[in-house]
C-alpha cells in the first residue's frame, strides 16, 4: 500500500520528504511485526539482538561496550536488557580477570537451546517479507546502505 494511503495525505512537499515519512512508518510497521513474534517467547526484540550478539561471539565472551555498538537500537540500556537475561538464564555476567573494569557476558547452554528454538520458526516469520523478489531485497539493502552512507 502507498505511504499516501496509509497515512492519509495526498501528497508531500517533495520526494525526498516522501521518502523518509515512508521509512519512519516502515520501521514502525516491522517493529509491530517482531513484537508479537519475539512476545511468544518471552522476549523483547532488544533481547532478542543482545542473545544474537553474544551468541555470534560464542565461546568468547563480550562486554557490554561492544555490544552496545552493535545493538540495532543503540538507544537500548545494555545493563538492563542483560539483567533480564540472567535472571532467565539465557546468559551470564562476570568481570573480566585481565580488566576489572570489564564485564563479560557469555551464553549459557540454555540461552543457545533457547536460540535453537527460535531460529526453527523464523523461517516461517521471514516468508512474510518475502513479498519482495530477492533482487528487489537486495536492491533495497543497497539503497538503505547509501542513504546512511
Not at 45 to 56: A, D, T
Not at 96 to 120: H, S, W, Y
Amino acid at each position: 500500500m502507498r505511504i499516501e494511503d496509509e497515512i492519509q495525505q495526498k501528497d508531500f512537499k517533495d520526494d525526498h520528504r516522501r521518502m523518509v515519512i515512508n521509512l519512519l512508518f516502515t520501521n514502525n510497521w516491522l517493529n509491530q511485526q517482531f513484537i508479537p513474534f519475539f512476545k511468544q517467547f518471552g522476549l523483547t526484540l532488544q533481547q532478542h539482538n543482545v542473545l544474537s550478539i553474544v551468541r555470534g561471539q560464542h565461546p568468547k565472551p563480550v562486554c557490554f561496550g561492544e555490544m552496545q555498538e552493535r545493538m540495532v537500537d543503540r538507544n537500548s540500556n545494555v545493563t538492563r536488557l542483560v539483567d533480564k537475561l540472567i535472571e532467565k538464564g539465557y546468559v551470564t555476567r562476570d568481570i573480566c580477570q585481565a580488566n576489572r573494569r570489564m564485564i563479560e557476558v557469555r551464553l549459557t547452554p540454555k540461552g543457545t537451546d533457547f536460540l535453537n528454538q527460535i531460529d526453527e520458526q523464523m523461517p516461517a516469520f521471514f516468508q512474510r517479507f518475502h513479498n519482495l523478489t530477492k533482487e528487489e531485497a537486495v536492491l533495497v539493502s543497497q539503497l538503505l546502505d547509501k542513504l546512511r552512507g
